[in-house]
């Protein structure tokens, strides 16, 4: 088989408080070179971690949720995939929390969009048990 | 007006004209009628049979589980049951049959009795041999679905492609072979495919993946044929891993962009003052690469100013007009002042009708006058930044 | 944790270098202990050096603007210093509204940012 599997070692990361910020920004970071990605394109990725990290704290039941990250290959190419669950309510319209400046916390509303601008790959899925964004920055 | 009795010995005149096994059956499911073609097809006569019960053709593992009941509790629920099985003959041989069951009424809608239609499709299981060794045989791993999206059939290079036994696959939905983050969309997909049906190649110009069993990914082509079954419509699926074409592609991609890449230099017009000619058209690649070999040009030599020319990108839509508007706007955050140059009338035209807020943008017709303020505005500053600097020792005294 | 944030004066101008991987609680931390610095010695530009960050996300980002408002208020100018190439287009590409922030490539450019938004805001204040 020429495609390269996904590599085996997975990472998580408990989120549950606004210390957990830094663990998670280590995490993608360590993979992020694990994976050979250039500053540029690491720096964005932690980024849209934070982001989707405050969203858990913000939005989901308890502020609780977890990463996984893993590094993936494809096509020749490393990345890194960020998997951030929560079992909170859901975002009961995904199109539009996906959207700059929708926020049903009264702010500005760009983690989503901004975190989807920063990445190669954001998938949502939600339902009212619970979310699940997953993230995937590739190298060049 | 038509009694019970009348009825029946219609349809046995029927049934001595086809030439399916036919049998007629009380409400118990005694048979109390028998064609020709149900001797043939099982080796009993009419008078061995009528007064027993038609279960003395079921294997015994059928007539433990009361196939009998099923069968006419479903003809009577829906108005006609179907289904294939192994039936056993007279002589203990075994065929493989396609029965319908359906319910006999009386003129006031009571249950009268049944009808059971018996066909030998043991030969079309023969046909089914040879489209199994077809399959078996194509270089392609194949993949049959019906309407459900449920697997049907599976050849040998699918196992080795996915690395699935046959078995793990065949009844489940054709998405277990679809990476997670494309299942929502590929079910939407083949049910649009389904209504509309013909050969042909699946998401042209679409990046398709496959996944393995393992969890790892395949980039695959899928060509799609409509496949017309007895059991309804099926879909075939060939499916061909393109790993090494797509790598060969993205290398050739990569190569290009490395060469237009190259074309397009960031030149040290003067100390502190860089130039970006943009030459081309920019797609979202480009110009995210061209952005950052400027920002990492600007911290390097820290350029105070930058002037992006853009008289050879030939036209600024609302795209390219938002990636130059990002550029600036990273440029501005590190401290690096932009001028753009070689704006066109029409240019100028198409970023106001866009709408496009350039925001505190310094615009010049030509790169000469660019360079002009561009000059001016290092000179200011130094200027300020020698007042700065003897503020600053003044204050250290 | 309480670890003080150091905070540098030369002449009327403070300056300040924001470094590591910040939690939220040590950037709201860095905005109150600035503000009151600024209040309590006078002074009368701020320069914030963040090339020792790695990341500037959202709510940093939102911090920062914040801080440079309180500033403006209590009578100062503030000049952000040392955006990295990789934090730029991270800022632009998430969205986060900057266009406010007045920046600079390092210190020395800094402070001539500085004195000359000081002379245009004293030549605001006489109109
Ligand atoms: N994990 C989650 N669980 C439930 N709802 C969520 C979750 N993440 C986001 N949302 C919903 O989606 C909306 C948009 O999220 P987004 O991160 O884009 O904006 P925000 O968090 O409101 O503002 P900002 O990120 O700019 O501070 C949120 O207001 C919230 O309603
Ligand atoms: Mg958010």
């Known amino acids: 088989m020429t495609a390269g599997l996904a590599h085996p070692a997975v990472r998580t990361v408990e989120i549950a408080t606004e210390a957990d910020l830094i663990r998670v920004r280590q995490a993608l970071r360590a993979a992020s070179e694990q994976a050979g990605l250039g500053l540029v394109d690491s720096t964005k990725l932690i980024t849209a971690g934070s982001e989707l990290t405050r969203n858990i704290l913000t939005y989901a039941t308890g502020g609780r949720g977890t990463l996984s990250v893993e590094q993936v290959r494809a096509l020749g190419r490393n990345g890194v995939r960020g998997t951030f669950t929560d079992s909170g309510p859901g975002i009961p319209d995904v199109d539009a929390a996906l959207t700059d400046g929708f926020s049903t916390g009264g702010s500005l509303g760009l983690g989503l969009p901004g975190s989807r601008r920063l990445v190669d790959e954001l998938t949502v899925a939600t339902s009212p048990s619970g979310t699940t964004v997953t993230v995937v920055k590739w190298g060049r | ?397 | 944790m309480s670890e003080t944030l150091p905070i540098l004066k030369i002449g009327d101008t403070l300056l300040v270098a924001l470094q590591g991987d910040l939690d939220d609680a040590a950037v709201v931390r860095i905005e109150e202990q600035l503000t009151q610095e600024v209040a309590r010695v006078h002074a009368a530009g701020v320069l914030i050096d963040v090339s020792g960050l790695t990341v500037v996300d959202s709510f940093i980002a939102r911090v920062l603007a914040r801080v440079v408002a309180m500033i403006r208020l209590l009578g100062a100018q503030t000049v952000v210093v040392g955006i990295s190439p990789a934090v730029a287009i991270t800022l632009v590409e998430l969205g986060v509204p900057m266009g406010h922030l007045d920046t600079a490539l390092n210190a020395e450019q800094g402070l001539a940012l500085l004195r000359r938004l000081r002379a245009a805001a004293d030549h605001g204040s006489d109109r």
């Not at chain 2, 799609?224 to 309804?232: C, K, M, V």
């Not at chain 2, 879909?235 to 061909?240: F, Q």
């Open chain 2, 1 to 397: 007006m038509s009694d019970d009795g009348t009825r029946l010995r219609v349809l046995e005149a029927v049934a001595t004209l086809v030439s399916d096994g036919i049998a007629t059956l009380d409400p118990q499911g005694v048979v109390v009628g028998w064609n020709a073609a149900a001797t043939e097809l099982t080796g009993y006569e009419a008078d061995e049979v009528i007064g027993r019960s038609v279960s003395l053709l079921y294997t015994e593992e059928d007539t433990a589980r009361d196939l009998l009941a099923t069968e006419l509790d479903g003809s009577r629920g829906s108005g006609r049951f179907e289904t294939e099985g192994v039936r056993v003959r007279k002589d203990g041989s075994r065929f493989r049959a396609a029965v319908v069951v359906a319910p006999l009424t009386g003129a006031d809608g009571e249950l009268t009795g049944f009808v059971k239609v018996l066909r030998d499709v043991t030969s079309r299981r023969a046909d089914e041999a040879m489209f199994n060794a077809l399959l078996e045989s194509a270089p392609d791993a194949m993949v049959i679905v019906d309407p459900d999206g449920r697997i049907t059939l599976v050849n040998r290079q699918a196992e080795i492609m996915f690395g699935y036994h046959r078995e793990e696959l065949v009844g489940q939905t054709i998405e277990v072979l679809v990476p997670q983050r494309l299942r929502g969309r590929h079910v939407h997909h083949r049910d649009g495919f389904f209504a509309a049906a013909q050969v042909r190649p699946m998401g042209v110009d679409l990046d398709l993946f496959g996944v393995r069993k393992d969890g790892s990914e395949l980039p695959v082509e899928i060509s799609l044929s409509p496949l017309d079954t007895d059991r309804g419509r099926q879909v075939c699926a060939a499916i061909r891993d393109v790993t090494e074409r797509r790598e060969q592609a993205e290398r050739l991609r990569r190569q290009r962009d490395e060469i237009m890449e190259l074309s397009t230099p960031v030149i040290q017009v003067w100390d502190r003052v860089l130039a970006l000619p943009i030459i081309g058209t920019l797609d979202s690649g480009r110009a995210a690469r061209l952005t950052e070999a400027l920002l990492e040009k600007i911290g390097e030599l820290q350029a105070e100013v930058v002037i992006l020319d853009i008289s050879g990108v030939p036209t600024v839509d609302t795209l390219v007009a938002q990636h130059l508007l990002k550029t600036v706007q990273a440029a501005t955050l590190m401290g690096a002042s932009s001028i753009l140059s070689g704006v066109r009338p029409e240019t100028a035209q198409a970023i106001v009708h866009l709408g496009i807020d350039l925001g505190r943008l310094r615009s010049r017709n030509t790169l000469r006058e660019a360079l002009q303020l561009a000059l001016q505005i290092v000179r200011d500053r130094s200027s300020a930044m020698s007042e700065a600097a003897a503020d600053v020792a003044g204050a250290a005294w």
